[in-house]
């Protein structure tokens, strides 16, 4: 069974990915193509990317907002799952199974 959504710009989820592998270790996409797990060489994160948010960006506009945003947070943030949204951003605890 495929999990693939249309509409979804593959390109974004490229940028997102190739940031997560440049600043953290173990990157892996979730099931669906707007999360990710990685490490930061002590504690497991995750991160929620709202397909919506995603999709409005445009790609030089999403390279602005990674650097700018979202790599302060994942790294303020070790071990918690991130969420970002067009409701803002979100934070909560991260339980291992």
Known sequence: MSHD???I???KIRIIQDFLEKHFHDVKP???NERFVYNNGQQTS???L???FIDDL???KLQEYVQSTLLPTLRANAGKIIRF???GISVRERHAS
Do not use: C
């Open 5 to 7: 959504q249309p509409g």
């Open 9 to 11: 710009d593959l390109d």
């Open 30 to 32: 979730g099931d669906f």
């Open 46 to 48: 995750e991160l929620e």
């Open 50 to 52: 709202q397909r919506e």
């Open 58 to 60: 445009r790609p030089e």
């Open 85 to 87: 949204g067009a409701d």
